[in-house]
């Protein structure tokens, strides 16, 4: 076993301290007879040992965590706006952008900063994100 020594600011440690008193009282009153108590140390290694958990099943649902190599996530708002005759000198119009900048983007040669994605996706009527985008399966 090995030994972990950390350093907590003090507001961090009666914090820590008063959300384990509050677990052991809440212990204590589903069962009477019980009379151990959580130590903080203990609490933290908890807390850290659930935490590791959680990591552990994204891992298993994580569709980006497959392979050595990294995801291409493309989007699907030329296929959008095609359906909605949605043009893309409108769209670049509505966001003071310039057509071959929209082009790109629309033909997944490059992808958007998040702020130019949402803007975007507005323009074309807010669609279901989870039609906007896909993870392209030949890049994985």
Not at 4 to 25: F, H, M
Not at 97 to 120: A, D, V, Y
């Amino acid at each position: 076993m090995k030994t972990v020594t950390i350093q907590l600011k003090d507001e961090t440690y009666d914090q820590l301290k008063e959300i384990t008193e509050l677990e052991n009282l809440i212990n204590r009153h589903r069962d009477k007879n019980r009379n151990d108590d959580y130590k903080l140390e203990e609490f933290i290694v908890g807390c850290i040992k659930e935490k590791i958990e959680q990591i552990k099943q994204f891992d298993m649902v994580n569709p980006f965590s497959e392979g050595d190599r990294q995801p291409v996530i493309k989007n699907r708002f030329k296929e959008i706006a095609k359906n909605k005759n949605i043009y893309i000198k409108d769209i670049a119009d509505q966001l003071k952008m310039k057509p071959p900048n929209i082009s790109k983007i629309f033909n997944n040669i490059s992808q958007p900063r998040l702020e130019l994605f949402i803007k975007i996706w507005m323009v074309l009527g807010c669609p279901p994100l989870h039609k906007c985008i896909y993870v392209d399966e030949e890049s994985l």
